[in-house]
Structures are given as C-alpha cells and as structure tokens.
C-alpha cells in the first residue's frame, strides 16, 4: 500500500502561482509514476500531469502546457506540481495519484493509489 497526502491548494488570483506537494508513504516511492489530476464541480475527474520514476519523463494536458510543471525528489517521497499563470478554469480538486507500472498514463484507471486532494481556487 502506498498513502498519499497532498498539500499546497488555497485560494489564489488569476495569474498567480501556487505549488502542490504530494507526499507519499508505506511501499517504496521509487519506482512508481506519479500522475496529478484535477475534478472540477460537476465535471469528470481529468488529467493534469505526470511523471516517470526517473523523472525523464513528463506528460501534460494541453490546457497546462507551459503553465504547469511537475517534477519528483525521489529521496523526499514527494512529487510537485508548479502552477504558474493560473486561470479561473483551473479551480478544482487536484489529486496525486501512484502507478506501480512507471507508466505516465493519462488514464484515472492505471493508477492504483489516490490521495485525498487538496483545493485549487482561483479569483477572477
């Protein structure tokens, strides 16, 4: 079992920053992707982001491309997500989630472990 804890959410301005933190214990972190997605109220929980244990990696959402940036310190246990230039479209629920397979999916349902998630508001 891997437990997941994220961090960082608030309420922020369009065009400001805010950086989630993911924090993983139990099973070894190292081996697995790490993946951020987001659920807005009323929508489908969607991808976001995601990352190889090498951290070489990295896949985003085209509504994130050169906004976000995700990135791990494997001897941290943690897997980041830098929000820059942020929209009111980006207020949500952001979600980290762990994949035994090292494989950056954008898929909900190639990851195993979920954390609990942590709020993103942004103010127009």
């Known amino acids: 079992q891997v437990q997941l804890v994220e961090s960082g959410g608030g309420l922020v301005q369009a065009g400001g920053s805010l950086r989630l933190s993911c924090a993983a214990s139990?099973?070894?972190?190292?081996?697995?992707?790490m993946g951020w997605f987001r659920q807005a109220p009323g929508k489908e929980r969607e991808f976001v982001a995601a990352i190889t244990w090498s951290g070489n990696s990295l896949y985003y959402a085209d509504s994130v491309k050169g906004r976000f940036v995700i990135y791990r310190d494997n001897s941290k246990n943690t897997v980041y997500l830098q929000m820059n230039s942020l929209k009111s479209e980006d207020t949500a629920v952001y979600y980290c989630?762990?994949?035994?397979?090292?494989?950056?999916?954008?898929?909900?349902?190639?990851?195993?472990?979920w954390g609990q998630g942590t709020r993103v508001t942004v103010s127009s």
């Open positions: 139990g099973r070894t972190f190292s081996n697995y992707a």
């Open positions: 989630a762990a994949n035994p397979n090292d494989i950056p999916s954008r898929w909900v349902r190639a990851y195993d472990y």
